[in-house]
């Protein structure tokens, strides 16, 4: 059974850019989240989609965003990159029931120059 | 506000000690606790899923036990390896509706040779 599976794994933009990731997650499984990882703030949760709706948000600006397929594939967009915005972008896969597993794929590291 | 902490943040021990990690919530209204494993640069792999009707998980040399009146977990690793060197973090789901995880900040473990 295949893992979560996140492209591209590294990229560089430049600032005032935007940018792209996306997300297959395990089969069978309806919701995506992404998390946004720095050295300095740890892991932060940045949206969940369940059945192609937005289910949750973080505290995020709004250029963030995502989306999610009928396929249950995810992307998310960054838009007028900023420096602050250099992160590793982590996707996560679950069933989409309360207590279900979270799995997570390998990010996608995303340098802002 | 759930919130998770992690302590020690860093932790270094010889090869073939047992060790004992700690993370601890506010809210002891949670679906359930996971633990994970993060390697540098890469992204979380999945340890060990405590429902909240259980006490105690088992995989291999890793136990991890819940005690949600205290707001306890413990991540339990018997005989460490160097192989075990990574950063361990916990992760809970409360009951509040939202469907999001809040994570702790982590534990990063070296085990020496």
């Known amino acids: 059974k295949a893992g979560v599976t996140q492209t591209p794994r590294y990229l560089i933009k430049t600032r005032g850019q935007q940018v792209t990731l996306s997300c297959s997650p395990i089969?069978?499984?309806?919701?995506v989240s992404w998390y946004q990882q720095t050295p300095g703030q740890g892991l932060q949760f940045l949206f969940e989609y369940f059945s192609e709706t937005q289910r949750n948000k973080g505290n995020f600006p709004g250029r963030f965003s995502g989306r999610q397929f009928s396929n249950s594939r995810s992307e998310m967009n960054v838009s007028t990159l900023e420096l602050g915005d250099s992160a590793l972008y982590l996707c996560?896969?679950?069933?989409?029931?309360?207590?279900?597993?979270?799995?997570f794929g390998e990010g996608s590291r995303l340098t802002v120059l | 506000k759930q919130e998770v902490t992690q302590i020690p943040a860093a932790l270094s021990v010889p090869e073939g000690e047992n060790l004992v990690l700690n993370c601890s919530f506010t809210?002891?209204?949670?679906?359930?606790l996971q633990w994970f494993r993060q390697d540098p640069g890469k992204g979380l792999t999945s340890l060990l899923l405590?429902?909240?009707?259980?006490r105690e998980q088992t995989s291999g040399r890793l136990n991890a036990s819940l005690d949600k009146s205290s707001g306890r977990s413990t991540l339990y690793i018997a005989a460490s390896q160097p192989g075990d060197s990574a950063t361990y973090l916990c992760a809970v789901k409360g009951t509040s509706g939202t469907y999001k995880y809040i994570f702790g900040t982590g534990t990063r473990l070296k085990v020496l040779a």
């Open positions: 809210d002891s209204a949670i679906y359930n």
């Open positions: 996560a896969s679950s069933s989409g029931e309360p207590a279900g597993e979270l799995f």
């Open positions: 089969s069978g499984h309806r919701s």
């Open positions: 405590i429902q909240s009707s259980q």
